[in-house]
Each structure stands twice: as C-alpha cells, then as structure tokens.
C-alpha cells in the first residue's frame, strides 16, 4: 500500500513539496485540498507534481461504498481503504448539529461481549490519515467545507480501540484539531475507550482536552470482566484514578458509558452501587439501551426498565442521561455494518 498523503501536518506537507523541489505555496494549496474532501488528482496543481505525489500516496485512501439511511435520518457508511479492508462510520444529525463516528482499527481485539466489531479480531491498526479522511469524505459529501462543516462533532467510537492505537490515535486528534485544517475544538470531540489505563495518563499529558469517555458498564471488577476482558488488566479503581488525573490535567469532566443488558447491570441494586461508586466525582453517566448483536447472547431490556433506572441514578445524585436510541433499523451498533458486509463477500 502506498503512503497516505493526509498522515501529514500541514508543517510535515510542506517539507515534502520542498524537497520535491516545488514552492512553498504548494503546500497550501494541497492542504486546502485535501480538507476539502479531494483526491490528489483533483486538486488543481500541475501535472508534474500530480505526478509525483501519485507514484508514493494513495490518491483515494477511504471512499464510500455504501450508504444506509435510517428512518430517523441517522446514515451509516461502508468505508473501503486503499488495501481492501474496510470500516464503517455513522452521522447522527442533532438540533446542536451533526456527530461522526469514526473508526480507529479494523476490527478490534479488546473481545468485548456486548460489541460486533470484535468479532473477527483485529485486522489492521488505522493510520491517523485514514481517520481523518472519514470525516473529510463525509464532510464533503453533505456539502461541508473547512468553514461551513457539515460534521460539527466527532466520537472516536466506532470500530476499534482509539488507546489501542495510541500514535496513529492522537496524530490524529492534532490534524483534526489543526486551525489551518479542518479545525474541530478538542471540545466537540469525544474519545471513547474501555480502559486502557496508563494510555488515558498518556492522553491526559498530550494537551488535547477532548471529552474522554469509559465504557463501565459494571460497578465491581468481577462483573464487568465477565463481558470486558480489559477488566482483568485494569482495576475499576485504577480506571478511576486515571479518569481523576485525566480531569486535573485537562478541567474536562469525564463521561462513563453504561450499557443497560438484561440479567446483568440494571436492577435497583446496581443503581445503589454505581451511585456509591461515582457520587461526587467531576462525571456523567451515559446510560444506553443495549444494541443486539445477533452473534452474542446479550440482551437489551425495555425502554420503561431503562427510564426506571436513570430516575434511581438521578434520585441518588448522580448526573445520567439515557441515550437517545438511533440508526437501530441500519445496524447501528459497532462493527454490525461491517461484520454483515464480510459474511455477504
């Protein structure tokens, strides 16, 4: 596979038109490019350096292949890369404005019980440029522009493990976050991971306050390691450490994913618990219905349930919400797109 132009910073992008013995306001015009969606060959330079840049970097690193649009508006997108993998994202349209979720790995080897994209286990790690050029596809595709942008907000909580692939990760989260590029605040951009400890002490020192989110789903340690392998590495306790760190460092309150299944996290007394275990602390609790995976045994309870318990989580002090259920009818959980489209091929 050839390089992948959208790696760079800006600061980096220049440095190679200098060295290809082109001007330095090739780089500029490159760059606006490029953020704008485009394909090397569609970026109006000359021929020669078309030329160049097409013989080492991918003209085309993620193109859509499908698209899938709910009923209530939410779309889900088929993403191939250049190698012949391919990922999946979603855009979810709100009043505040639009949210991509993006991708960070082709497949995920983190096993947790509850999520498809770990069916087929790892693949491959994405490159921060391939992150990028899914907001940058989507963004151009719903008329958007590095001014006017379509995708106003970015969850890193697709398919993958975002602290799994730490580099590529935060490389990332620089370039999307760059005011000569596509330039999203660090504050409209949440990373989602399920605890890799001494990453999020990393992350909390990169500078780059994004909204971090953990998936908990559990209030003891046995519990949640009997659907999240990570939880035999990394101690609830240890992950609250971290999260106390990542707040002191960053002023950011951190935000615990909390998915309700059935027979397992959400009767009263689970609501004690995690109220015991987070009252007090600079969080949120982001309760949501459990997205089936036909492949698991995991069940998702009702909608009454699951207002039953946010009203015992609000009673006992804890800020939660009960996320709004949405793209349900297209696949709408993680990896699901992606795990029907290999067993199709």
Do not use: W
């Amino acid at each position: 596979m050839k390089k992948i132009l959208q790696d760079l910073s800006f600061e980096e992008l220049e440095n190679l038109i200098l060295s290809l013995g082109e001007k330095k306001f090739r780089a500029k015009q490159l760059y606006a490019g490029l953020t704008l969606g485009k394909k090397i060959s569609q970026i109006n330079i000359s021929a020669e350096l078309r030329q160049k840049l097409l013989e080492s970097y991918e003209d085309e690193p993620v193109k859509i292949i499908q698209t899938f649009t709910s009923a209530d508006g939410t779309e889900k997108y088929l993403f191939s890369l250049a190698d012949g993998n391919v990922i999946e994202g979603v855009l979810m349209k709100y009043k505040y404005g639009n949210t991509q979720c993006v991708s960070t790995q082709v497949g995920c080897r983190m096993g947790c019980k509850f999520c498809a994209s770990t069916l087929g286990g790892l693949v491959r790690n994405l490159t921060s440029g391939e992150i990028l050029c899914q907001i940058l596809t989507v963004n151009a595709l719903c008329g958007g522009n590095a001014k006017t942008r379509a995708v106003t907000n970015v969850v890193l909580m697709g398919s993958g493990e975002p602290l799994d692939n730490y580099d590529n990760t935060v490389s990332f989260l620089k370039n999307v976050t760059a005011p000569d590029g596509i330039n999203i605040s660090a504050r409209n951009i949440s990373l989602s991971t399920c605890g890799i400890v001494p990453k999020i002490y990393a992350l909390a020192d990169e500078g780059i306050p994004v909204n971090l989110t953990i998936s908990l789903h559990q209030t003891t340690d046995e519990g949640r390691a009997r659907t999240m392998p990570i939880a035999k590495k990394y101690a609830i306790a240890e992950v609250l450490k971290a999260c106390e760190y990542y707040f002191e460092k960053t002023g950011r309150r951190y935000i615990f994913e909390y998915s309700l299944i059935d027979g397992e996290n959400c009767d009263a007394r689970h609501a004690e618990e995690l109220i015991n275990l987070l009252k007090g602390r600079p969080c949120h609790v982001n309760l949501i219905r459990l997205n089936e995976v036909k492949e698991r045994e995991l069940k998702t309870i009702t909608e009454k349930q699951a207002y039953r318990f946010l009203g015992l989580l609000e009673k006992g002090g804890l800020s939660a919400t009960l996320r709004r259920q949405i793209g349900v009818d297209i696949g709408g959980a993680c990896g699901q797109l992606r795990a029907s489209f290999l067993k199709r091929i």
